[in-house]
């Protein structure tokens, strides 16, 4: 099936232009609907459109920090709230706080800047009333407020420029496509909802200008609602919901070495040639592997993750979004022999002296760890993630990899109900002396079906 610009049959969503009415984001087609925008109000007023008078609005909302503490995760999202104005280099401009607690002021996406020396956005205090900033790199302008809703409204000097600017659910594709065309001395722009803040140059947005963005943004949310459920974020308590905190991706001019894309505190990274899966419906919906991938990345849980693992499981919420997204999954490519990821894998299971960590490639661990959504269902892993942020298990150091997989073992077997250990062991891991303490005292009873011997079905074309 091809993929309608207006319409994403294979989630199970009608997603339509950005000023239609509400939609059931990320659900599956059973699922009930839900407001697109979210009701958190940290979150929708943050949501508001800058224009000419050069004003923005910040609302005041929880730390990316704490909220990363929270959640238990291993990487943090933004703090930062867009503005939709540009700030050139060397450039002095005023800044009014005209209402509200005074916020801060960052000049600069992360890792956007054409020099490496201003990759690292800087940092401006404001006041009441009046501020005069000037800086050297310049970039897009961002606001910063911690506190529960507090709203502070910011004018901005006409020294600023306006950048294309779109904003779900408030700008019109004829409005966007004209902003194109007459903000043209900004060379970045953005793509904002509620919880995605898409920041690109203008001129990658030209070369897919013909996207409906509308449609783009509500991939975005789709992708991160179901980012969302696959680690339990499902409001049942303080810990388990979503939060306010949005998700930063940028097109950076640079990448590390022998990388695609990446994912740090704050933010994650695309080249200029990941645009056509970035900012290109059908490549986002289909293709888009690589930013699941590295969202997945700022969703993965600590104290469970050994570093050997770091590329591996923030692929399961990149299976995820294939099962949502009515996708075949990564796991079941054929090689040019004919055998997929669970072939190569089974080949070596179980065989003597073999050893986890150099056995097998990042796809083949991640067969590990899909074997336990085929066994235990699509919650497994959400409730993992909820035992986790009600437990908040010390993870140790950045380098106690055997403290981690002591965890993995412990907390999948709590939650699967099962003595997992043998499973493990079939997978070549060593099962550590603190892992039998913890589990010899639960009797658990062994898998009926050992999990090591389930595979999603194999491609028929």
Known sequence: ????????????????????????????????????????????????????????????????????????????????????LYLPPGTAVDVRVASGPAPTLVVGAPATHPDAAYSTPRT????????????????????????????????????????????????????????????????????VSPYAIVTVTRESLLRFRSEDHGTLMDTFEAIIRSHADASGMDATGPVHGRGPVPFHLVESPRMPPGAGAYATHGFTAYPAGYMDRLISVEGLHDRGWGVWHELGHQHQQFPYKPGATTEVTCNIYALAIQRRFGLPSNLTVPDATGADVYDQAFAKLG?????????????????????????????????????????????????????????????????????????????????DPRTDAALDPLALPAPPVDPATLREPRRTS
């Open 124 to 191: 401006y205090t404001l006041a009441a009333g009046t501020t005069t900033v000037t800086d050297p790199g310049g970039g897009m302008l961002y606001l910063k407020l911690t506190g529960d809703g507090e709203l502070a409204v910011v004018h901005f000097g006409p020294s600023t420029v306006l950048a294309p600017y779109f904003l779900l659910g408030q700008t019109s594709e004829t409005t966007f496509q004209q902003q194109l065309d007459e903000r043209v001395t900004a060379p970045l722009a953005e793509l």
């Open 351 to 431: 065989t003597p002296g073999l050893d986890f960590l150099s056995a097998f490639n990042l796809m083949q661990k991640l067969a590990q760890y899909q074997q336990l959504t085929l066994a235990y269902g699509e919650d497994f892993w959400p409730r993992v993630h909820r035992l986790v942020r009600a437990e908040k298990p010390d993870g140790g150091s950045y380098d106690d990899n055997a403290l981690r997989f002591h965890h993995l073992m412990t907390l999948t077997s709590r939650v699967s109900g099962h003595d997992l250990r043998g499973f493990y062991r079939t997978w070549g891991m060593t099962v």
């Open 1 to 84: 099936m091809t993929l309608d610009r207006r319409r994403l049959l294979r989630t199970g969503l009608t997603l339509t232009t950005a000023g239609a009415a509400a939609l059931a984001l990320g659900a599956t087609a059973s699922a009930a609907p839900t407001g697109r925008v979210p009701t958190d109000p940290r979150v929708t007023h943050r949501l508001r459109l800058p224009n000419a008078t050069r004003t923005a609005t910040a609302v005041a909302r929880p730390a990316a920090e704490p909220e990363r503490l929270r959640l238990q995760k291993a990487l943090g999202s933004t703090d930062l709230q867009p503005t939709g």
